[in-house]
């Protein structure tokens, strides 16, 4: 049983040790690309009421051409895009060709389908993923010369949607840690990281070393590190520290 689910694992593994959204993006395309798949777009799908600004904090990650995001984007071309007016009925996976086929706007059809082939995007595969408040994520494969069959769409689907939410669970709990730990804590860590000593960090910082001690254990604390460097491990992992 270990060697079959051997692939599964090293799937999972490169997504925890990710840590951001390039890094969870890289390891669902690589997935993706053994069925013809260059492109992956993430993100919460939106409704009749959400502004504009809202839109852009709604992604959770992308690797399109830049040229046609920023197109899209900037052309506010979501709420003509045939593949979002499915979503908001729809959360069982689809192609994009159904998504164009059930649209009732024929010009948003010839406008998003013809514009997207410009980039190389005229094939796609679409993962619904239903979150537990109820918000629906989705992630769209996108790519020139698609081929992907039921095993694939099953495969597609497990990797989505871990991989949704391993995004969604590192940006929480990256928030809550930078609620948790104060300025005065993370300049000490930061120092900590570039192999500072604890006399070195309150020279920089012009406090006393007792001060630096006392931010280091507190953020310690806060962070459930036994040590600092631990602590220092748990911001890096996080991205708390680059």
């Avoid at 490169?14 to 798949?37: H, K, M, P, V």
């Avoid at 007016?85 to 009732?104: I, M, V």
């Amino acid at each position: 049983m270990g060697k079959s689910f051997e692939r599964t694992w090293q799937f999972i593994e490169e997504i925890e040790s990710a840590g951001d959204a390039a890094g969870i993006q890289r390891s669902l395309l690589q997935i993706a690309e053994q069925y013809g798949f260059s492109s992956v777009f993430a993100g919460i799908v939106p409704t009749a009421r959400t502004s504009p600004e809202e839109i852009v904090s709604r992604i959770l990650f992308q690797r399109f051409p830049s040229e046609w995001a920023g197109r899209y984007h900037d052309r506010g071309y979501v709420f003509r895009d045939p593949i979002v007016h499915r979503l908001q009925g729809d959360r069982t996976p689809f192609d994009w060709e159904e998504a164009y086929n059930s649209c009732p706007a024929a010009e948003d059809v010839a406008l998003i389908k013809g514009e997207a082939a410009e980039f190389g995007l005229r094939e796609g595969y679409v993962v619904p993923v239903s979150t537990l408040d109820g918000s629906l994520a989705a992630v769209s494969f996108g790519g020139s010369n698609a081929d992907v069959d039921a095993e694939g769409r099953a495969l597609l689907g497990f990797a989505a949607s871990y991989a949704v939410g391993a995004f969604l669970h590192h940006r929480e709990s990256r928030r809550r840690l930078l609620g948790k730990v104060s300025p005065q804590e993370f300049d000490c860590l930061l120092w900590a990281a570039e192999g500072k000593t604890d006399w070195e960090i309150a020279v920089i910082l012009g406090i006393s070393t007792s001060t630096v001690v006392k931010h280091l254990l507190s953020a310690r604390e806060k962070l459930g590190a036994v040590t600092k460097g631990h602590a220092i491990a748990i911001a890096l992992r996080m991205k708390l520290l680059r």
